[in-house]
């Protein structure tokens, strides 16, 4: 591995953010709190570029206020503050979070739902544990100690308090409706929605995971702020206790399954449960039904949509629907329903999905054929990565971008360039995949 101040250099080069604006950024919608959009920022750009590297390895680089949105979490519940940075302050914020990820790669690691499900479905099925113990920290970003933090950070980066400077101005901006001069700095916490919010957590947890995976005759998991341990249900109390206590002298509070039964939980694996939006029910691992209604009212909403259009397009609408049943590849990832459920081994609600769709057809009134749950659910489970049934955008000729602009989003080539085309492309695909992860919301991260 590079010397550490070396790697740093060069995540912060002008090329590498160049290259982060262009590939990332330049897609990305919203504005900070200095109402900056890619657009304008694209006119200063070599400028911008040039004192973001210069200050950041210089270590004198000062992140903006963020400002507030607040994301819905449903009915009665408090909604999640998400910080939105400028532009400016985006390209370094995922230039530092690359930086973190490589750093910190051999002690933090990241999997994905899908895999973490499989390997809970296999330690049910190995009959070694017979109780299941939920826990989830109660406000977890928020609760991030920053002293706690940088005992975490010194394990990489003890001697470079130039780097952790640069991270702690990203940690300690303050979020903002407006921007005043009485705003105070953030003094507790890590702000959710920054590309590196997530690595700083899992490096704040990095102790607390090789706490759990040194506990003896138990199998631990945790996802972000989910933590899910198969044990002896008649030790499964014991282990929770010793869990909540070692992770509140992180200033961490774990809800208590006795006291909040909704929130955590202690049970038998004859017991049914869920886990990251799965229903586990013994042997049957399936989709909670929550997941399973929220994936419903998407679909419908895209036939209401049609309905109400003023160009009724049977085309478009058959293109929609094929992406939520499908999901796609995009950006060099999976997206959709499907692909983050791809663990269940309940069919029978793949055939009931056909026919709640098959049945919106004819509800609606419209002659389109729609691909079908359980083929593509077969498909990406036996080869996911050469599938035609699953459209892989990251793979679109510009032909193939020009005839998706033009038949299903109405554009005119003529005159258009190749970067026109693709810029446009990608927005609306962007758009599309938005979509696709609003039907998973609250799976994949807990509140």
Not at 366 to 385: G, L, M, Q, T
Request: net charge positive; aromatic share 12%.
């Amino acid at each position: 591995m590079k010397p550490i101040k070396q790697q740093f250099e060069s995540y912060f080069s002008a090329d590498n953010l160049s290259r982060i604006f262009q590939e990332i950024i330049v897609y990305s919608g919203g504005t900070g709190i200095d109402n900056i959009n890619q657009y304008t920022f694209r006119k200063q750009q070599d400028e911008q570029i040039e004192i973001i590297s210069r200050k950041m390895i210089s270590g004198n680089y000062s992140f903006a206020k963020y400002k507030l949105s607040l994301i819905s979490k449903g009915r009665g519940k408090v909604p999640r503050e998400i910080s939105i940075p400028t532009v400016r302050d985006r390209i370094a914020l995922r230039a530092m979070c690359d930086f973190l990820q490589e750093r910190f790669k051999s002690s933090v690691n990241f999997e994905l739902p899908q895999s973490v499900v499989r390997k809970i479905k296999e330690d049910i099925a190995s009959d070694r544990y017979s109780g299941v113990v939920k826990l989830d920290i109660s406000n977890f970003y928020p609760s991030i100690d920053h002293k706690l933090l940088e005992l975490q950070l010194n394990k990489r980066l003890r001697q470079h308090q130039d780097i952790k400077s640069v991270i702690y101005s990203a940690v300690t901006a303050p979020t903002v409706n407006m921007s005043s001069r009485d705003d105070k700095p953030n003094i507790e916490g890590v702000p959710q929605g920054l590309s590196i919010s997530n690595i700083l957590a899992a490096i704040y947890l990095q102790d607390l995971d090789k706490f759990l995976q040194k506990m003896e005759n138990v199998k631990c998991y945790r996802y972000v702020d989910d933590i899910l341990i198969l044990c002896d249900v008649d030790e499964a109390e014991r282990i929770s206790k010793k869990v909540i206590t070692k992770f509140s002298t992180y200033n961490l509070n774990i809800h208590c399954p006795i006291e909040m039964p909704h929130k955590s939980m202690i049970g038998s694996l004859n017991n049914d449960f869920d886990y990251l939006g799965y229903l586990f029910k013994g042997q049957v691992v399936t989709v909670k039904n929550s997941s399973i209604e929220r994936l419903k009212a998407s679909l419908v909403s895209l036939f209401t949509s049609y309905k109400y259009s003023e160009k009724k397009s049977e085309a478009f609408l058959n293109w929609r629907v094929n992406i939520r049943v499908t999901g796609c590849v995009f950006e060099n990832k999976n997206k959709g329903w499907l692909f983050f459920y791809s663990q269940i081994n309940d069919e029978e609600l793949l055939h009931k999905l056909d026919h709640f769709v098959y049945k919106l057809c004819s509800r609606f009134d419209v002659n389109i054929k729609p691909k079908k749950f359980v083929r593509a659910f077969k498909e990406i489970s036996h080869r996911k990565h050469s599938t035609p049934y699953v459209p892989n955008f990251d793979e679109f000729t510009l032909e193939d971008m020009g005839r998706v602009l033009s038949v299903y989003f109405g554009y005119n080539l003529k005159g258009m360039r190749e970067d026109q085309i693709k810029y446009a492309f990608h927005k609306k695909i962007s758009r599309q995949v938005k979509d696709l992860e609003a039907d998973i919301k609250d799976a994949s991260v807990s509140g």
